[in-house]
């Protein structure tokens, strides 16, 4: 058994930041990550972080109207309010750690634009901007002596008295399993984007910190509000980050036209992504699509912006298109990319289970809403991933331990040796992998209805049926993924049923969740979040007022 006054799960930004700040207010801190830190999806992110830093004529407050626009009015204002205030601090602070952020003519740190915001505020590192932050905080964290348990894998969550008081994790390596007995947990788990087929995250985004508060009866916000990034290639899902248009690309359809002066004529291209979204579907299904894309043309931006601001995008496109965004345009169209939901915090990371913090995309405190701006993400993990390791190790100081030992691992090792004993024949995970993740892009896209939805809900029970009986073909000890990969898909399916009966309750359209059905946005009975709790007979819901501070809702134009 292991003993830490902070157990983070995760070594994305979100966990990293916790961490970081947890040390940093004394606490002695674990983080468990189930890849090798860097290799954590944070490192994906390419396009950057949004801050209003005033040296540029910039406000926090136009940040956070920006974004409760961008949200379609259902984030919570109280806490886009604090991510835009603090969000100047938190870039300048991982400037100080050393991260090299791309500079301007004047030497000052550059910005680029990003949609659905009316000023360029948004900083970057090239268009690798999520792997130079990683690399910064791995580095803070090794400096500080966290303790980090690289490939381990959490299995699930310990309660003691209604608390959460750690977790049982499995040693990748030996198959093991050991309890870590924390005085505060704190899931950065991350995404949970391969619930959806193709989705343009790794193939570690399989939401088991959602899965796992779920569990222990976490209250889960916002699920049915699912980011479909404008840009992604047909081909396996992979994003051409939204830098290409905030650099100037252009969107155009078969004709050749820039079709976006039909849906937002004064921000065009650089409209926020549900806009943009559901401008290409109705384009591609109108007949006006490439092979089921529009395409994406940078050539006007030249060799040198593209070699030096867009240099991955652009290999990622020859890669997985074989087109070179240099000479000719990239055939995109809109794909799986973020869910804005996610455990239901308050600002400090709180969830509703005592002794258990969320932060980074597994959480929802809801900055984003039914639509997440650009480069707000990074932000958020790094604001909420430090004010939850504060709280949190605020909080250790005046708890003790909860009496467990390593027995409370048992469950779990009877869980997994159960799984192991079924004899081999049966059905693997994959089949049911590709069959949820496949029906989730149906009938929970750009578009929706009240019928396609119902098929997903009524395909993910029977999903859910076949999971009961599935079978691990692999025993061995060492490195076992297909063991890991069948863990996964348990978790994958609650999330899968909590956004799919988030979706069926809410009957308006509002941000990405457009129901073909009932297409208008309806703030007299909707401008509130949709809560889900587990129970028993399945998904509970409730709802929780929308905060509005200073900005009541308006049509949405850009
Ligand atoms: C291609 C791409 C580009 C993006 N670009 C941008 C951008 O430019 N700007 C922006 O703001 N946002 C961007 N985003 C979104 C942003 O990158 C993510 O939302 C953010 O990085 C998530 O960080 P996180 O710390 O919450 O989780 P992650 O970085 O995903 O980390 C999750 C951690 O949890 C661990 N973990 C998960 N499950 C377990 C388990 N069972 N046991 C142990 N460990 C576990 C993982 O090992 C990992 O360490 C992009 C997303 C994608 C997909």
Not at 219 to 224: F, T, W
Not at 227 to 253: D, F, I
Not at 387 to 406: E, P, Q, V
Not at 491 to 506: D, G, P
Request: contains cysteine; proline residues 2%.
């Amino acid at each position: 058994m292991f003993d830490q006054d902070v157990l983070v799960i995760g070594a994305g930004l979100a966990g990293m930041r916790a961490a970081l700040a947890a040390a940093g207010n004394g606490a002695s801190v674990a983080v468990i990550t189930k890849v090798y830190p860097v290799r954590s999806h944070s490192n994906a992110a390419q396009g950057g972080i949004n801050a209003a830093l005033t040296d540029r004529g910039d406000k926090w407050e136009d940040h956070a109207y920006d974004t409760v626009k961008g949200s379609d009015y259902l984030g919570d204002q109280d806490a886009i309010e604090v991510m835009c205030r603090e969000a100047g601090q938190e870039v300048i602070n991982m400037e100080h750690m050393g991260t090299i952020f791309s500079r301007d003519d004047k030497g000052r740190l550059g910005v680029r634009a990003f949609g659905g915001q009316r000023q360029a505020r948004t900083f970057f590192v090239a268009d690798f901007t999520g792997q130079a932050l990683l690399h910064v905080l791995h580095e803070q964290t090794l400096k500080h002596k966290v303790n980090v348990y690289e490939e381990w894998f959490v299995t699930s969550l310990l309660m003691e008295d209604g608390e959460c008081c750690g977790a049982v994790a499995m040693d990748m390596r030996t198959g093991q399993l050991h309890v870590f007995r924390a005085k505060a947990v704190i899931l950065a788990s991350g995404g949970l984007g391969r619930v959806f087929e193709p989705s343009t995250n790794a193939l570690i985004c399989t939401g088991d910190g959602i899965g796992q508060a779920y569990r222990v009866g976490a209250s889960l916000m916002d699920m049915e509000m699912v980011q479909y990034h404008p840009t992604t290639l047909k081909s396996n899902g992979a994003l051409m980050s939204e830098a290409a248009r905030g650099e100037g690309g252009y969107l155009l359809n078969s004709e050749g036209e820039r079709f976006m002066k039909k849906y937002a004529p004064n921000m065009m291209e650089l409209a926020s992504r549900d806009v943009v979204s559901r401008a290409e579907q109705t384009e591609i299904n109108e007949g006006r699509g490439v092979n089921g894309c529009v395409l994406l043309d940078c050539r006007h931006l030249g060799e040198k912006v593209i070699m030096e601001r867009l240099l991955t995008i652009r290999e990622a496109g020859i890669d997985f298109a074989g087109a070179d965004m240099i000479k000719e345009p990239v055939p995109i169209r809109p794909g799986m990319h973020y869910i804005m939901g996610g455990i239901q915090t308050d600002v400090d990371g709180r969830t509703n289970v005592p002794g258990l913090y969320a932060a980074g995309e597994t959480a929802c405190v809801s900055v984003h809403g039914g639509n997440r701006l650009g480069a707000n993400s990074l932000l958020d993990t790094l604001v909420f991933g430090k004010r939850s390791g504060n709280h949190a190790s605020d909080l250790a100081k005046k708890t003790s331990f909860k009496n467990i030992s390593d027995a409370a691992a048992e469950k779990d090792r009877s869980r997994i040796q159960a799984l192991l004993d079924r004899k081999a024949g049966g059905e693997m995970f994959g089949k049911i992998r590709l069959e949820m993740g496949q029906t989730m892009n149906k009938h929970l896209a750009v578009f929706r209805s009240q019928q396609g939805m119902e098929e997903a809900r009524d395909k993910i029970q029977e999903l859910k049926g076949r999971y009961d009986k599935v079978v691990v073909q692999d025993k061995g000890k060492t490195f076992n993924t297909n063991l890991i990969f069948t863990l996964e898909l348990g978790y994958m399916l609650e999330c899968a049923e909590a956004i799919v009966a988030s979706a069926l309750e809410r009957k308006e359209s509002r941000g990405a969740h457009t129901r073909t059905d009932m297409p208008k946005r309806d703030d007299a009975n909707w401008l509130k979040h949709v809560v889900v709790t587990r129970s028993e007979e399945g998904p509970k819901i409730s709802y929780k007022p929308v905060v509005v501070t200073q900005w009541q809702p308006q049509e949405r134009k850009y």
